[in-house]
């Protein structure tokens, strides 16, 4: 898959960003070989509060900022389906919010980068189809799935506190 990443201001500048979310997709293809497809392109926006807060009363009606949207563009069926060979085939929009996810790595006592490299993975299961809301079930498997990837990279389970 290919990202297209634009980073905006409030992110902070001592981070790669644009490695961050290629690591995060290489993880996680790891353990979602349907995200390794080379067809794939994802459009990733490291963005402020203020235009997530925008995007999710637009396009979700909901007035409010959340860490990480995501916009799919294919359904799970047919990202299962895609072949290898073929024209490039857009597999959604990822936006991140900085403040967010700052104050949220706090709270949870991780560093910004690993608290974004999650978010991205998390995002990138949204668009590969999968949703935590549906049952108990599907947010079992798509938390396993993120922790998966995040082991890759080296980084804590962020659901090992639940039990």
Not at 26 to 52: C, G, K, M, W, Y
Request: charged share 30%.
């Amino acid at each position: 898959m290919q990202l297209e990443i634009d980073i905006e201001a409030p992110w902070p500048g001592d981070t790669d960003w644009v490695e961050l979310a290629e690591r995060a997709l290489e993880a996680l293809a790891q353990v979602a070989p349907e995200l390794a497809n080379e067809r794939l392109i994802t459009s990733v926006l490291f963005t402020s509060d203020a235009e997530v807060h925008v995007l999710n009363r637009e396009w979700r009606a909901k007035d409010k900022p959340t860490n990480v949207l995501s916009f799919p563009m294919l359904e799970r069926e047919d990202l299962l389906d895609l072949e290898a060979e073929g024209p490039p085939e857009m597999l959604g929009d990822i936006a991140l919010a900085a403040e967010t996810c700052i104050r949220e790595a706090a709270e949870k006592n991780v560093s910004i980068q690993d608290h974004a490299s999650h978010l991205m993975i998390h995002g990138l299961l949204h668009l590969a189809g999968l949703d935590h809301e549906i049952s108990e079930a599907d947010a079992v498997a798509m938390e396993a799935l993120e922790t998966k990837a995040l082991a890759i990279l080296g980084i804590a389970d962020p659901y090992g506190d639940r039990n």
